[in-house]
């Protein structure tokens, strides 16, 4: 029986994994893809999780942004300077990179190993992929929001908001502005964007409530070509997003799975970020399984409580904030515009991962109930 195996090798499996394996445990990587996989995303991310791993990021990193643009229908441009430049990563390099600095601690990885039934078994789980069975004592249920675990784990109670994104990727010969342009008037209920990246720029659309995909596309497509893009040549990629909506379990109750990142609905609807989140609730898996294989069983309810308690406000607050803005964004462009203090709060709330909620979140849990 293996210590542990995490099912999903996104940032918050391969986090997990990473921090499992360094403790020299026995831990399994199940990903249904074969690397480096592709994962609709920006690849926006804030360099502050560095600190949490011994690696080297920097081969992965494209751009860096020091500046975001907003705009209401590509007019009236209000820009800000960011307390802390952000990173353009590629995602599918970012997570491989990841999954093999894992891999060379001691995890195993099994790639196109789809996880297509979980039963709990004496002491730990038993999990069945397309072609082979493992048992482990601790599983970690890192499959995102489109991954079925967690309902086969019995989570089966749905607690999060759902939303979506979807992507377009525009090659370019020039080498893009690092500006991230951001624009309110173009999506009801979410925004239009545009962030560079290697060798062009990630176009996308997103929004906070569930809208049809068609709807989406069609505004995708009037977006790039108001950007002066031929729409037709860009990839487009869709993918839902799942935002923190109450405190929730994120454990089972015989205290042997965990739900981490997308899977635990850790996204951020108003930063439009979940990388950071999902590195993190990987690395506290991992600390939790560690203290719980060494006899304290409750560091698993122990790890649910600290993200409620910290994360989950955080990214409770900023999904009222979405909402507060994305109900009347012209409004809210107007009065960010009018007061400077309050875009900068508004960009470090939105640049930081998690703590940094200042007066806004507080604004925004006592105006929408
Ligand atoms: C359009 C869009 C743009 C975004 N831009 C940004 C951004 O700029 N910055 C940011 O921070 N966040 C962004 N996000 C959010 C970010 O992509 C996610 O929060 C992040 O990928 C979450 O990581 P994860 O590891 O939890 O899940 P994922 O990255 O989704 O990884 C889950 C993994 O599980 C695997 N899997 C699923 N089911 C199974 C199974 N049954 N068996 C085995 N493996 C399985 C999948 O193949 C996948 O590799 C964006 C999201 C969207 C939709």
Request: hydrophobic share 45%; proline share 6%; net charge positive.
């Amino acid at each position: 029986m293996h210590d542990c195996v995490v099912i999903g090798g996104g940032p918050a499996g391969g986090s997990a994994a990473y921090h499992l394996a360094r403790r020299g445990y026995d831990v399994v990587v199940l990903e249904k893809e074969h690397l480096p996989r592709a994962k609709p995303c920006r690849g926006c991310v804030s360099p502050r999780f560095t600190p949490w791993f011994d690696l080297d990021f920097t081969p992965v990193v494209t751009r860096h942004i020091h500046q975001v643009c907003l705009s209401w229908s590509l007019r009236d441009p209000l820009e800000v300077s960011l307390p802390q430049p952000l990173w353009m990563v590629l995602r599918p390099h970012f997570d491989q990179l990841l999954l093999e600095a894992a891999v060379a601690r001691g995890a195993t990885l099994h790639q196109g190993a789809e996880v297509t039934a979980l039963l709990p078994v004496g002491q730990g789980w038993r999990i069945t992929t397309s072609g082979q069975v493992f048992t482990a004592r601790y599983l970690v249920l890192a499959d995102g929001t489109l991954g079925r675990a967690s309902a086969m784990a019995g989570f089966t109670h749905r607690v999060h908001q759902v939303g979506a994104g979807l992507e377009a990727q525009v090659t370019l010969d020039v080498p893009p502005r690092e500006i991230a342009y951001l624009d309110l008037g173009w999506v009801r209920n979410g925004l239009a964007w545009s962030f560079p990246r290697a060798n062009g720029y990630s176009v996308g659309v997103s929004v906070v409530r569930q809208t049809g995909r068609a709807e989406l596309a069609l505004q995708l497509r009037r977006f790039l070509r108001a950007n002066g893009h031929i729409a037709k040549d860009c990839p487009v990629t869709a993918h839902p997003t799942f935002a923190w909506r109450e405190r929730q379990a994120l454990h089972t109750p015989d205290l042997r799975a965990l739900r981490v990142g997308d899977a635990a609905a850790l996204f951020d609807p108003l930063a439009g970020a979940g990388i950071g989140h999902a590195l993190f609730s990987g690395l506290e898996a991992a600390k939790a399984i560690h203290l719980s294989l060494s006899g304290q069983a409750q560091a698993i309810p122990a790890y649910s409580a600290l993200i409620n308690h910290g994360l989950g406000r955080h990214l409770l607050g900023s999904r009222l904030l979405a909402d507060l803005v994305y109900y009347n964004p012209k409004f809210s462009l107007h009065l960010l515009s009018a007061s400077p203090g309050l875009l900068q709060t508004l960009a470090s709330f939105v640049t930081s991962d998690r703590g940094h909620l200042g007066p806004l979140r507080g604004l925004a849990l006592r105006l929408i109930p």
